[in-house]
């Protein structure tokens, strides 16, 4: 069993609740989405058994918080994964995944061994794309047996009603969660200041914690 991996590294988690975590990074090739927003650059990839893919992770001595299963997105490779996580369960690591939080029967085939769930809930007016709300409802309802946090980017162009049928969503099944407000990195930040905090407080209004996380390695230039 193979898999496509764009690339394996160490750095520091720049988004979401674990910013500024120390973290083994490894980096799925191809995605299920195409958002309008997406700088994800995956233009190559090596393909790496398992064990190969373990034996990488090894040569990474430092104390880390977790291995971030990123990419792209992760769950297209659901066996391998399932692989790859026995053979580094041994080995005092934990298991976080970053998702675009719609593939819902690979996270049932993986939520028993995975320990933290960053998901993206994608809202239709910042990605360009269709509705996906029946699918991150399903798939939240799996995430949060677990530790789950929710992050959406938002966009000059987001609209109010996205933000309230997610925080529906969440208020209905995991009400506990955070919800991370991500402004877009490329586009005007002061002109989406306004935006995050009025709906931070919608949010807020509506029972679900929410708070305002840039990409702060995008900010740093760290990778
Ligand atoms: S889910 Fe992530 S990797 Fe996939 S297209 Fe959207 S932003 Fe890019």
Redesign the pocket.
């Known amino acids: 069993m193979k898999a496509r991996i764009n690339e394996v590294f160490d750095s520091i988690q720049g988004e979401g609740l674990y910013l500024g975590e120390k973290q083994i990074f490894v980096r799925f090739f191809n995605?299920?989405?195409?958002?309008a927003?997406?700088?994800?650059k995956l233009d190559q990839f090596t393909e790496y058994e398992p064990k190969e893919l373990f034996e990488e992770i090894k040569l990474y001595r430092d104390k880390y918080h977790s291995i971030s299963f990123t990419?792209?997105?992760p769950l297209l490779y659901a066996d391998f994964l399932e692989e790859i996580i026995k053979l580094t369960s041994g080995h005092g690591h934990k298991h976080y995944l970053e998702t675009?939080g719609t593939l819902f029967s690979e996270l049932e085939q993986l939520i028993d061994c995975i320990d933290i769930i960053a998901m993206?809930l994608?809202f239709p007016s910042s990605?360009g794309m269709g509705k996906l709300w029946q699918m991150h409802r399903k798939f939240l309802k799996i995430a949060s047996r677990k530790e789950v946090f929710l992050k959406a980017i938002i966009c000059q162009a987001t609209y109010e009603e996205d933000l309230r049928e997610a925080l529906a969503i969440i208020r209905e099944i995991s009400p506990a969660s955070v919800l991370v407000l991500q402004p877009n990195n490329y586009e005007n930040q002061s002109v989406l200041h306004e935006k995050l905090l009025n709906f931070r407080q919608i949010a807020n209004q509506q029972g679900v914690t929410a708070c305002i996380i840039p990409q702060i390695h995008k900010i740093v230039g760290l990778r």
């Not at 995605?31 to 958002?35: Q, V």
């Not at 927003?37 to 994800?40: N, R, S, W």
């Open positions: 995605c299920n989405l195409s958002c927003y997406c700088d994800t990419g792209g997105e675009n993206d994608k990605t």
